[in-house]
């Protein structure tokens, strides 16, 4: 994590100014299904935003942070709360201002069959291997698990792999335990079983959800573009609510995923409404919730400290002018 620590160090301090008004760069991820896919495919924010927009596949939030920094992204859909909180308190500008995102059911660590762990004896992950793609939610997670069933974390071997990586990982039997989500969550699951559920993950205050984030240059130079990608996503998210069958295949496709599997995965997700992104999340529940995530990161030595307010990174000023 230190190489992680000196990249945004260094990114954050020659953050390039917002694309060009005649083309928008948005960050996402393969195999995570979500309604806005089919604008995507459809050229619909293109459309209604009035200038082409580039979509870019990424394997984590942490490296959707650096394309941020860099200048090569504007706009990252569906990135994790880690990556974002990581990226913020080592200075990277840029902000939250949406909520992408809800999926409990669909992202967690799986312990390989053969290991003969559970939470009664976690304990027994010290000294052996633990996939895990750091920075990301579930690096928070798997933090928060061994602290709750008294794992000593600098014991274990946590091993930087992306998803797809750490299920290869786990199908072989190189790793005690792997965590991701996604198509690769659900490859996991084959070989496994979770460390704890989502019910017992909440009872201890871990949630589970991805953002809509910015650069502050392209926010401030291009509120309006920003405001029009908001909406084209309110309305995505409503049309497949109403008839989710109909929008299946094209989600599919753009996920490069089967539709068994983009339907499992888009039953395990919540997409909230603008009002309730308005009235449940953005009006100070996740601000709180980054805090709580950069304490523990911070504890564990993966930053060096924390913002003493994160909520100058939440703005939900943009989500408010959508009609």
């Not at 199908?171 to 490859?187: P, T, Y």
Request: charged letters at 20%; one cysteine or more.
């Amino acid at each position: 994590m230190k190489s992680l620590i000196a990249m945004f160090a260094v990114f954050a301090s020659f953050v390039s100014f917002a694309s060009a008004a005649d083309e928008v760069t948005v960050a996402y991820f393969l195999q995570w299904p979500t309604p806005n896919q089919v604008a995507q495919i459809e050229e619909t924010y293109d459309k209604e935003m009035g200038v082409k927009v580039k979509w870019v596949a990424f394997d984590t939030g942490v490296a959707m942070s650096a394309a941020m920094a860099s200048g090569d992204v504007d706009i990252a859909y569906s990135q994790g709360v880690s990556p974002f909180v990581i990226a913020v308190s080592q200075g990277l500008p840029i902000k939250t201002v949406g909520v992408a995102v809800s999926y409990a059911d669909n992202d967690n660590c799986v312990v390989h069959r053969d290991a003969g762990i559970t939470k009664a004896n976690a304990s027994a992950l010290e000294g052996k291997k633990v996939a895990v793609p750091f920075g990301t939610v579930p690096y928070y997670k798997v933090l928060r698990q061994f602290s709750h069933l008294g794992v000593d974390h600098n014991k274990v071997n946590l091993i930087d792999l992306a998803p797809p990586d750490g299920a290869a990982a786990l199908s072989r039997g190189d790793v005690a335990m792997a965590c991701g989500w996604g198509g690769a969550f659900a490859e996991m699951k084959k070989y496994g079983k979770v460390l704890m559920t989502p019910a017992e993950l909440a009872d201890i205050g871990v949630f589970v959800f991805d953002v809509i984030s910015v650069t502050n240059s392209f926010a401030k130079s291009h509120p309006d573009l920003l405001v029009k990608f908001l909406k084209v996503t309110e309305d995505a998210n409503n049309a497949y609510a109403r008839n989710p069958k109909k929008y299946l295949p094209t989600i599919a496709k753009a996920a490069e995923m089967d539709e068994a599997a983009t339907l499992d995965n888009l039953n395990k997700f919540e997409f909230p409404t603008k009002k309730e992104q308005l009235e449940k999340w953005m009006n100070g529940s996740v601000s709180e919730f980054y805090s709580a995530v950069a304490d523990v990161l911070k504890g564990s030595g993966d930053i060096p400290k924390t913002l003493k307010d994160y909520s100058v990174t939440v703005d939900s000023s943009y989500l408010k002018k959508v009609r």
